[in-house]
Each structure stands twice: as C-alpha cells, then as structure tokens.
C-alpha cells in the first residue's frame, strides 16, 4: 500500500503563486507515474498533470505555461507549482500514484485551494 498526503493549500488572490506538494509513504517502489488532479465545487474531478518515472510531464490545456509538476527524492514527494493563479483554479486537489499514468492506483486525502478575484 501506498499513502499520499498533501499539503500546501490555501487562499491566494488572482495572479499568486502557490506550491503543493505531496509525501508518499508505503511501498513507494511500485510507483511508476505520478500526478494531480483537482475538483472544482459542483463539477467533476479533472486532470491537471503527470509525469511518468522517466519524467515526461503532461499538462491539462487550461494550466499549460502556469503549472509546473516535478518529483523528488525517488519518487517520494510530489511537487505542483502553481503561478499565475486565476478563479477557476479553485478547487480541491488531490495527488495520484500508479504503475501508469491513468488511472492510477492511489489518491491522496486533498488540500484545498482557493483563489479569489
């Protein structure tokens, strides 16, 4: 079993930065892919970025040139940068692990992020 926590959210005007990351514990060894996805208030959980273990990202169209994802220390923290933060980058974000990108095998518990107008 694999646990992913993460931290880092928050409330931030339009236009800020923030940074989340996630710590994963367990049987880490068995990660391949990680990634974020988020969920806005009465909408649908959505993608937001991946990287493999060979470390080719993928971004959702709508946070391409804003978000940055990387990975550190053997693939036991997760990191998103987020600049440039606009309203509808509010939302509850979770950090996702697997043996491939999608879909993956673990999700963490989420961390609010909220950006005002």
């Known amino acids: 079993q694999v646990q992913l926590v993460e931290s880092g959210g928050g409330l931030v005007q339009a236009g800020g930065s923030l940074r989340l990351s996630c710590a994963a514990s367990?049987?880490?060894?068995?990660?391949?892919?990680m990634g974020w996805y988020r969920q806005a208030p009465g909408k649908e959980r959505e993608l937001v970025a991946t990287?493999?273990?060979?470390?080719?990202?993928y971004y959702a169209s709508s946070v391409k040139g804003r978000f940055t994802i990387s990975r550190a220390n053997a693939n036991s923290t997760l990191y998103l940068q987020m600049n440039s933060l606009k309203p509808e980058d509010t939302g509850v974000y979770y950090c996702?692990?697997?043996?491939?990108?999608?879909?993956?095998?673990?999700w963490g518990q989420g961390t609010q992020v909220t950006v005002s107008s």
């Open positions: 996702t692990g697997g043996r491939v990108t999608i879909p993956p095998d673990y």
């Open positions: 367990g049987s880490i060894f068995s990660i391949n892919a």
């Open positions: 990287i493999s273990s060979g470390g080719v990202t």
